[in-house]
């Protein structure tokens, strides 16, 4: 059965209602921030941080993809971990934990040492995007969910738009093993700020008004705990369209964010031989261009769906719009001007931003009661980009010594994110498990 949007009409007969909600949205659009600031630092210092400990392109491939072994491997065990110890003390471990080893960073002098935080830091974060479904789906209504998830995921990029000045800055003054110890700091004490902040609805100070509003929306209130993971039950999952197709899409979405992410500054230190303070600053428009995508992208979504539109297409046209967008990356590859080229990957970004709408796709087609398993799936298939794209750039720089064949081989995978959406994603509607 077709997903409807609350009418105006009963919207309205809410008036009164608190906003506890949006107090919940703006924890978890911190704690992205500062989850993409920890597992992104890495690039930002990898210039310097290559001469000093000697790595070439290929290894600083490795050291790049080493998180998102472990991150991509702990996202069922950590989806099942949050479907039973719930969101806050989940989110609270996790952030304390990525905090510390993003502090530990600043301390090695090898690359075993490197690798091992890296590994460490990818199980810590593990929780971080499946949670962040989670509190989205518990706390609004479906008409709101693509924007709020927009709101959260633009501290992906945000963080990196307007701090890339700053941290390129401290870089050139303080050195890059500062950079770790600031990010890993701020994330020690969110973790305090979000374990006395954060409440489920019915223990927030949220009045009935607002509870009443966000329950006739189709918000999932009552999320009971689960006592025993049911591996059967994820294999089910795993068999049906509707995973595989927003699995193989997110991956291919997620492989134009690792790109800048991770081998973007390098891109511009040795592509473009920009200097330091050169590419803090235009560093600048694609992560800003990245995040109003993301919000356009949301709102979009949502005003299609209080239109009447079918979720089909509300919630898969700005996916597939931003995919086929993203792949225009490979037009970098032909132009000298450095401003052109900051256009095309801002637009390309701007699009990936579109296409980060993934999640709110979760929240609609998870089975009841597996909004976590459902999560660690997805966040799984999507983060074996960042074990597959920095490896994939870094052969491709290491044996060329060329950006060409890697902008080329990450518009090729937007193209095909864009086919898996288009073909077998089939119906919106949540998964009903035998």
């Given amino acids: 059965m077709a997903v409807q949007a609350m009418p105006e009409k009963a919207r309205a007969s809410f008036m ?34 290559t001469k000093e400990l000697g790595i070439n392109a290929a290894l600083m491939g490795v050291i790049f993809s080493a998180f998102s072994w472990s991150y991509a491997a702990s996202q069922v065990p950590g989806g099942a971990f949050l479907d039973r110890f719930g969101t806050r003390l989940t989110y609270c471990l996790s952030v304390a934990f990525w905090s510390f080893f993003t502090l530990l960073q600043a301390f090695v002098h090898g690359v075993g040492a490197l690798i091992g935080l890296r590994l460490a830091l990818g199980v810590a974060e593990s929780p971080c995007f499946p949670a962040n479904s989670r509190v989205v789906a518990t706390w609004f209504p479906r008409d709101e969910r693509a924007f709020a998830t927009g709101v959260y995921t633009v501290g992906e990029y945000i963080g990196l738009a307007f701090l890339s000045p700053l941290l390129f800055l401290a870089l050139a003054t303080f050195g890059w093993r500062s950079l770790f110890v600031g990010a890993g700091a701020i994330g020690l004490l969110f973790a305090i700020v979000w374990w006395r902040g954060y409440r489920e609805p019915k223990e927030s100070r949220a009045n009935q008004a607002e509870l009443d509003e966000i329950v006739a929306g189709g918000a999932l209130l009552d999320q009971p705990p689960v006592q025993r993971f049911d591996w059967s039950a994820a294999g089910k999952l795993l068999k049906t369209r509707q995973m595989w197709g927003i699995c193989l899409g997110q991956f291919a979405g997620n492989s134009t964010l690792v790109f800048f992410l991770t081998w973007f500054p390098t891109y511009l230190a040795t592509e473009r031989h920009m200097d330091w303070l050169k590419i803090g600053f235009f560093a600048i428009a694609p992560f800003i261009a990245a995040s109003v995508g993301v919000l356009f992208g949301g709102w979009w979504s949502d005003r299609m769906l209080r239109q009447g539109k079918s979720p089909n297409v509300a919630r898969k046209l700005p996916i597939i719009l931003g995919l086929l967008l993203a792949s225009t990356i490979i037009a970098a590859n032909f132009v000298e001007s450095n401003a052109a080229v900051i256009a095309i990957l801002s637009l390309a970004f701007f699009a990936q931003g579109m296409a980060a709408l993934g999640w709110t796709l979760v929240s609609d087609i998870a089975p009841e009661g597996m909004l976590g398993v459902t999560g660690g799936i997805f966040n799984l298939a999507a983060n074996l980009a960042g074990i597959v794209t920095p490896l994939v750039v870094g052969g491709i720089v290491a044996a060329t010594g060329s950006f060409f064949y890697a902008l080329a081989f990450i518009g090729v995978v937007a193209l095909l994110g864009a086919l898996a959406y288009i073909v077998v994603l089939g119906d919106v509607k949540r998964i009903v498990l035998d």
């Fill in 16 to 49: 009164g209602a608190t906003r506890q909600r949006y107090v919940m949205l703006s924890l978890i659009a911190t704690g992205t921030l500062i989850n993409y600031l920890d597992r992104t630092i890495l690039g930002v210092a990898a210039p310097a941080l």
